[in-house]
Structure formats: C-alpha cells, structure tokens
C-alpha cells in the first residue's frame, strides 16, 4: 500500500526536547528527497541522514520524501519515528532493529526488592534517557494511560528501541501494556527485545495473565528466558479476584495496585488519607502474601507533598505493602527511605548475620546470639535486611571490615 | 582601518588576531603572565566654573545632551544592563544618532540583551560600526554571519572595567540609566519606580569617560543618597518619561530549576562540596545565575541549617534565594555584584548587610587584588568544557556566538570553581575533545559535575584526596566524555571560516584568549 499523502509520526514544537517528527510520503519517481531541519545539523546532519538511508534501503524504499523535524532526537528515537511512519505508510511488518546492549536482554531476579518503580510516559523519549540516574528499583515505559489514543502505535517503536538500547543500570526494565485485549497486541514490541516485567492494567482475572502467558509463550525466541508480570488491580472485581490473579501463574511476582481507576469504579473519591480503600488495600496484600509474592502500593499523587508521601508509605508498609509506584523521580529517595528496614532493624540483623558467619567458619549447625538460638528464617530475614540496607545506601557494602 | 590582521597562535595553541579594529593587540600568555607597566588612562581635567554652580545639570532629554555631549561620528557610547532585559536607552541613544545622522559608532555596553534586538538595523545601515561587549541571540547571530563591519570584542565583566582604566577602551559618551538621580548627577539603583538594585557596571563609565549623561524618571531633590554614582563626575542629567522595566530583570534563569536531573545535578554538587570540606562556618560562596546554581544555593543553605553555620558572605547576582539566606542568618553578607530580582533590589535597601559592589571591588585584575579570588566555592555554568578543563561559555557547538562573559572569566580566581552541568544537552555532549571556543583556561576550572559522575581536575591532588573512599561517582573526564559519546555519538566539530574572524574574547588582563569565526547560516 502506497500512501498517498505524506504522513506524520513524532513530535515537533519549540517545546519538544529529543525528539523528531517524521513526515513521509513514497512517490513514484524522483529518488528520496530527504528534508532535514535539526538543531544539532552542525553536528550529526551527516549521522541523520545516513541513518534515514541506512532505514529507507531496509525497507527497499527507492523513490520518496522524508521530512525530518528534528529537536536533538537520539539515533533510537529517530530509528523509531522512521520505522514506524514508514510502516504506517507500507504496512509492512519488518522490524528495522537497531543492535541491542547485551545486557538488555537478561532477566532479571524473580525476588529482586521493588521498592520504587518510575513511570515514564511512553511516546516521551526525552524523559527515558537520564531515568536510571535516580535509581528506581524499576524503570515503566507506559504505553497505557500516559499515551494519548492516536499515539499508542508510534509509541511502541519507541519503547521497543528504548528497551534494546539504553543502559537502565540496576534498574528493572519494566512496561505497562494497555488493557487485554488491546494490550496484547503491544507484546510483540517488547517480548524479545529485553522486557523484564508487563505490568498488566485493570486485571480482573486469571484468564487476563493466561491470555498474556500464551501470547508470550507464542513469540517468544528465547524460552529459558523468564518475564515477569505485575497485575494491576484496579476495580473492585478485581480486589474480589486478587487472590485468583495473584496465584494465577508463577511469572506473576506482584500485585500493584491503581487507586485513581479502583475509586473510579467505586464511585468514591480518593483521599489524602486513604480510608476509602483501605479494605481493598488489605486485600491485595493478604492475597500477596497468600500467594508468596510482593504487593505495590498505588502512586502518590501529589509530587509536592513530601511529608503526606512519608505518612503514606508508613501506612502503607504497615499493612503489608513493599513498594510503591513514582511519578516524579524525587520521590524515590523516600520511598526507599521508607520502605527500607530502619536502624534498629538494621543493627540487629548485623548481629544476627555476624553470629551466623561465626556459626559458618566453626562449622557449628546451629546459630545462636548470646544464649539465643536463631531459626533459619530469622537468619534469611536478617541476610536479606542487609541487601536492602547495602541497595538503598544504609549500609556500607564493607559493614564487616568496617567494623573490625 | 583594518579589522583585523597578523594572526598568531596564543599559549593555549588557538589562532588570533593581533590588530582588532586597528588597535594592536596582545594574545593570551599563560594565567597571570601578562604584567603590562606603566599609569591608568584618565578623563579630562575639568573645571568646576564650566558647570553650573547650583548643581542643577538638568537638560530637557537626552537628545539633548547627546548633541551637547557632541556626539559624532566613529565615538564610542557606552550602556549598561542594570535593567538587563527591561532596557529601553540603549536602543533609544541609537535612535537619536540615526536621526543626527551620526555614523560608525562603537556601541560598548556592559552586557546585551534581547531587547537590543533592534539595534540590527543600525549595524546594518552603518549607524553603529560594531560592538565591544556580550552579544547574545540575535545580535550574535547576526555577528556569527560576518555581518557586523567591525570585530566584536568580548570582555568578563572585570575586563570591561580593566580595559577602561588601562586606556584599552576610551569611552567618548556614557549613557548611565538611573532609577533615581538628582539634578547634580548623584545616582541609586536601589529606589525609585523602576528600582533595579545597584549601577555598579557604570562605575568605570562615570570615572573615565569624556561625558557622562545621567537619565532619570525619578528626580528627588539633592542630595540623593545613597549616591551610587558620583555627580562629581556627571556632565549632565535628563530625565526621562521611563528609564527601564524593573520586572525584566528577572529572566528564566533566575529561578531555580524544576528538572529532575539538574536538581540532581545540584544536590550531588551540594553533597561533593560537603564531602570535600569546602563547606565550613564561615565559608563563602558565588552562585550565579541559572536554575542549577540557584538550586545549589538552596542545597548549601540547608546544609548550613543543619550544622548551625553560617557562610561569612555569598557573591551575588542577589536573587530571593540569596535574600532569605541573609534574612534568615545563614550568611553574614551579601556582596552583590548585579541584583536578578526585585527580592534582591528591596533587600538591597533594606538591609545594611546587603553590599552593592562593582567590577572594581569584585574583578579588576588590574588592580592591587579582588576579592573574587578569595571566595570558597565558585558555581558556573559553560556550554562545553574540552578534556583539558577549557570551558566555553560564549558560543554553540555549532560554532554560533550567543552569548556574553559576564562575570564568569573573573570568578575563575575562585579558590574552588565548579562547573555543574549536564553531560549532554539534546544530544549535544558537553565534554569535547577541543571546545569551540576558550573562555576559560583549564588550569582555573577545578571540578565538572554532571548527572552521570563527577571529574576533578588531575591538578587538584588535595580535593581527590579529600574524596577518595567517598560514595560519590568520581570519574576522569575522558570516562565522561565517553559516556556521553555512547550515548549521542561524536559531534562532528562546527564548520568555521577560520580565515574570517567575527569576534576575539579578551582574557581579564587584556590579552586575547581566543577567537570566534564566521558560521555559514545553517
């Protein structure tokens, strides 16, 4: 299929930041014309233009016109504007792939914290870049919510190549797919190209993460390689099904939960200080627990209100709840803070971890603290209160020798 | 007149010219190597009987005066940017001289802003030959084009007063804008209805020109205290229906940053300078314009708070932030060397502690010490910085002259200057092989911070030192620049016509650092 008239995909605007607007029309004759208006032209003109040739030969494309807006747009964004308005334009199906960091496309831990997790909005490229500077524990490249409707195919080229190409350190690499059954239709963009963990919105049932597993299992080239998913509960069937959902398969290693639509669907109004949901709360994390995997708490709304976001995740933690979604990155050092074992719990671990290491170099069986035996459980419990105090910066990764 | 001519290679390896606009020149020698000898130049001698005994130098606008000042072709006139982008005489002095049919003049302000924009056409139709100060956005533009028919020389702040009192510049004409003046000249910034802080960038005006106009609209009887500028040097006083916009001087930049990663930027240059020691009671510090520094300041104030310190003075650009440290005890002293908000202009006349300063006190390297140089911790910003430390502050990475100096060549002297900036820009990284063009040697530049790691300069062995063992990301410069290049790919360098200056940068002590040349419009 032939476009007829030049069509567009991207942002342009003396607003826009890292990013491009591409138009695009194949024409019969005449070559490719390409157009290239950039800010940073002095600079990378030259790298513009061989990758709009290097993406026009994939695509056999001989005769055109490209028009290329472009506000300072990295090779991935500039890649996926191209290949997205010329499958637009062609209906063809081919993937123009940029190479992907090898370490993008390795699992990540089923039982890592996940603490904090930052939202991104997914046709946003400039906001992806510097992301994992303030260490979230998971990075969310949204294509629900946070694209508008006549966005949500271009945006999926964009999280694909942001997957693949951008190095998120530590942080998990995480996409929020739309509602199933639209959402299945985003897998193909994100399954073999480096997703850790789908979170799935307004999950209502165990059906909704089969249809997901399916589809995963469908495509996916590399079998060994586990993704997780993160059901959002978000109405009030789903808190009756939380439990259901929760045990729904074993890639399912958390339950989040979406109070904006949960009181939506309720007919109530979300408070500041959450009694209205308090029941549904209680409910996700007791399935959590029933189940054996994490609950996540809803964000907080208000970025200003720091002392409100403190008192929050105190609640929050009280109940069950280990981590929380972010919209602005400075709220993940409090939620980390927060979420995180305090000093008195961090102190005694200390001595729990050093009478099992005393316990380990004697051979001895059993551990004990002072005339205390300590249970294997309690010894876990403290092993992993250290990790989270060494990862959220508590603890020195040197305790031992800097107390010696 | 020749433009330009004899080019040499100066001690940081860069081409320049030595005859600028006819005048011979010196090229950059190394920090501190230029020692010229000899007296500072000096404005005429007059006589008091040539001035009206009753103090009353009134004359009905500044038309007037100009044609009495005899303003004609090929002067020199001088401005200020006390109202920053709330000017209105600069362009208003030009108007009058089109209409006199005066040609070929040297417009010298301290520093210009966009609302100098239409001074275009006066380059354009020959009424101003070219301008010795910061050219920013458009009129820089229209520089970078080779349009300008003489050279533009930028000059720091401390140069622009160095280069008047060495004889370098001689100013025929000042036009000094003045929120509240009296009839003998005497003149405040920090009152009146378009109050805007302090005149401090007028001093050397006042002091060396042949004529010194005073324009007020607010004309309180004699005497105006404080007298800010000296009447004793002013020829004559107009007053005018409005003198500038008050609310313009504060820009974009005076206001901390809301962006997530330069807030980053600014905590971890906070927490760097804590974990170095440079932070003490009694310690002092400059921030400067921009939402970065700014936030910076507030990152210091409330380490103050914490430890019950108190900063024994801030170097101003005085902003709200500034204001509050002051009011709230957490500095002794605000010496301030231009007000960027009306906090800092109220401040300014209310509280004794509140300095106002010039180029003189804080900069001049001509003079018997400055205090710039004894300032803690110095907070700059640049658009590059190369692996040797140079920084740029001036021109784009595409080769484009954008903006001024300020006073950013002078604060170098610092005993710690820091440059916190992002390591890419869009996808412009920000460490280079060779900066476009040196504003600033490396050797002064201390510490870069950006969001993805900090790069001490190899020559200060005390601050690695101080950090070593530390949780902070420290990283050579060559690993930033790396990161950054990973990310954006390598920036092909600008395309300059390195046969055409359009500009030189002069370094504090006069001598020429380096050189901008023309662009092709893009």
Known sequence: MDSKEMLFCGNSGPKVRSDCRIGFLTTKEGGRKIDLKSKVKVMFGEEILRLANEVLDFYNIEHCEMQIEDSGALNFVLAARMEAVIRKASGSEQEFLLPALEKNLKESPKDRFRFSRLYLPGNTPHLFINASIHNPDGLILDLEDAVAYDKKYEASFIVRNALRIIDYGDAERMVRINQIPRGLDDLPFIVNHGVNLILVPKCESADQIKAVNDKIA??????????????????????????????????VVALAIGLEDYTADMGIQRTREGKESFFARNMLTMACKAAGIQAIDSVYSDVDDSEGLINAIKESKSIGFTGMGCIHPRQIRLIHEYYGPEEAEIEKSKKIVRAFDDATAKGLGVVSLGSKMIDPPVVKRALTTIDIAISTGKLSSNWKEEAE | MKKFDKFVVNALGRKVPTIVNGKEMVPFMGVGKHRPTGHKAAAPIVSAADFPADGNKTLPDLKAALVKAGLKDGMTISTHHHFRNGDVLAVQIFDIAKELGVKDLVWFPSASFPCQEPLIKYLEDGTIHHIEGSMNGALGRFASYGKMAGLGVLRSHGGRYQ???????????????????????????????????????????????????????????????????????VDYVVVVDQVGIPEKIVSGTTEITRSPDRL???????????????????????????????????????????????????????????????????????????????????????????????????????????????????????????????????????????????????????????????????RIPVILDEVTTITGPGELIDVIVTERGIAINPKRTDLLEKVKGSNLPIKTIEELQAEAEAICGKPKKAKVDENEPIAVIKWVDGTIIDTVWRVEPN
């Open chain 1, 218 to 251: 469908e495509i996916s080239e590399n079998k060994d390689r586990k993704i997780w998913l993160m059901p959002i509960i978000e109405s009030a069937l789903g808190v009756m099904k939380a439990y259901e959902i929760a045990s729904a398969a074993d890639n």
């Open chain 2, 163 to 233: 280069s008047v009192q060495d004889g370098e510049v001689h100013i025929d004409i000042a036009v000094i804008a003045a929120p509240t003046a009296d009839a003998f000249g005497n003149a405040t910034g920090d009152r009146g209805p378009a109050a805007c802080g302090l005149l401090g960038f007028a001093l050397a005006d006042s002091q060396y020109a042949d004529k010194v106009i005073v324009a007020t609209d607010n004309l309180v009887p004699f005497p105006c205290i404080p007298w800010q500028i000296q009447g004793n040097n």
């Open chain 2, 264 to 426: 980053f930027i600014a905590e971890l240059t906070a927490q760097f300078c804590e974990e170095a020691g440079l932070i003490y009671d009694g310690f002092s510090f400059q921030a400067g314009a921009g939402g970065t520094s700014l936030s910076i300041g507030v990152y210091f104030a409330e380490i103050l708070k914490e430890k019950g310190w108190k900063a024994a003075f801030a170097r101003g650009g005085s902003n709200k932030y500034l204001v509050e440290m002051l009011e709230q005890g957490l500095t002794k002293f605000i010496l301030d060397g231009q007000t960027f908000d009306l906090e800092g202009v109220r401040s300014m006349r209310e509280n004794w502690n509140h300095v106002n300063t010039s180029p003189f006190t804080s900069y001049n390297y001509h003079g018997k010490g400055f205090f710039g140089s004894f300032v803690d911790i110095v907070i700059l910003g640049a658009t590059e910085v190369d692996i040797n430390f140079n920084a740029n502050v001036v021109t784009h990475s595409d080769g484009l002259l954008l903006h001024g100096i300020g006073g950013w060549q002078n604060t170098l002297f610092g005993k710690c200057t820091i440059l916190p900036i992002p390591l890419f820009r869009d």
